[in-house]
C-alpha cells in the first residue's frame, strides 16, 4: 500500500524567517507532485517534480525531490503571512496518493 | 472558462436520500478522478476513470457509483445517503501518461442531516 507521510503536520512560522516542509512515501515513484488549499478553497498545483534530483523554485517557495530516499521537501524562505495555508504532496499519477498535509500559519 | 466544474458547489440533503454530483473537464484529459476530503482535511481517492474505463476503485461503499459517459464527465451517485457521507468530494483530471499534473474542481460540500 503507498503510503505518503508529511510533517509537521503543523507549522507555525514567524515571518522572515526560513523553514522546511518534508514529504517522505513508502513506494518507487519518480514522480512527485506539490499542491497548496488554502481554507474553504479547491487544491492549487504549485510543483511537478519528475525526477531525482529535481528543483523546483517559484517565489519564496521550493521544492526538491529525492527519489532514492523517496523524499521531498518544500522550502519556504523569509515567510510572508500570504504563503499561511495547507501545502500536499502526492505521488504517483494513477491514484495520486496524498499525504495529510501540512498546515502552516505565518505569523507577524 | 472553468477547467474542471462540478456541481453543486453546496448540497444539503437528509439521510436516506439519493443524490449526484457531477464533474466536467475542458481540458482533453483522458483521466478522471473522484476524491473525499474529510473534516481533518485528509484527501482519499475514491475512484479513477481513464477513457471512460474504471482504473482504480478504492474501499468505497457501493452505495457510491461513478458514471463516465464520455471522457470529459464524470459523475457521481450516492444512494442511501449517511450522516458520515458529510465530506468536501473534489473532482480531478489530468493526462496520465504526460508529466503534467492533475487539475481540481472546486469542491461540492455535502453535509447529511
Known amino acids: 500500500e503507498l503510503k505518503v507521510e508529511q510533517n509537521p503536520l503543523f507549522l507555525s512560522m514567524q515571518e522572515g524567517k526560513n523553514y522546511t516542509i518534508y514529504c517522505n512515501y513508502s513506494t518507487t515513484s519518480d514522480r512527485l507532485y506539490w499542491y497548496r488549499q488554502d481554507p474553504g478553497k479547491s487544491l492549487e498545483s504549485l510543483f511537478v517534480l519528475l525526477s531525482n534530483g529535481a528543483v523546483k523554485q517559484e517565489g519564496r517557495l521550493m521544492a526538491s525531490l529525492d527519489t532514492k530516499a523517496r523524499l521531498s521537501t518544500l522550502h519556504i524562505t523569509a515567510a510572508v503571512h500570504d504563503l499561511s495555508a495547507t501545502y500536499f504532496c502526492?505521488?504517483?499519477?494513477?491514484?495520486?496518493?496524498f499525504g495529510k498535509g501540512n498546515q502552516v500559519v505565518v505569523i507577524p | 472558462d472553468t477547467a474542471v466544474s462540478q456541481t453543486p458547489k453546496y448540497l444539503v440533503t437528509q439521510m436516506g436520500n439519493d443524490k449526484s454530483i457531477k464533474c466536467e473537464q475542458n481540458?482533453?484529459?483522458?483521466?478522471m478522478y473522484w476524491y473525499k476530503q474529510d473534516s481533518k482535511k485528509f484527501l482519499k481517492i475514491m475512484f479513477s476513470?481513464?477513457?471512460?474505463?474504471?482504473?482504480i476503485n478504492e474501499t468505497v461503499p457501493n452505495r457510491f457509483s461513478p458514471k463516465s459517459p464520455d471522457k470529459a464527465h464524470l459523475n457521481l451517485h450516492i444512494n442511501s445517503l449517511e450522516l458520515g457521507d458529510s465530506a468536501v468530494y473534489f473532482c480531478a483530471s489530468s493526462l496520465l501518461q504526460k508529466n503534467t499534473e492533475a487539475f481540481f474542481g472546486q469542491g461540492t460540500r455535502l453535509t447529511v442531516v
Open positions: 481540458l482533453g484529459h483522458d483521466t
Open positions: 476513470y481513464n477513457n471512460k474505463e474504471l482504473i
Open positions: 502526492a505521488v504517483d499519477i494513477t491514484r495520486l496518493a
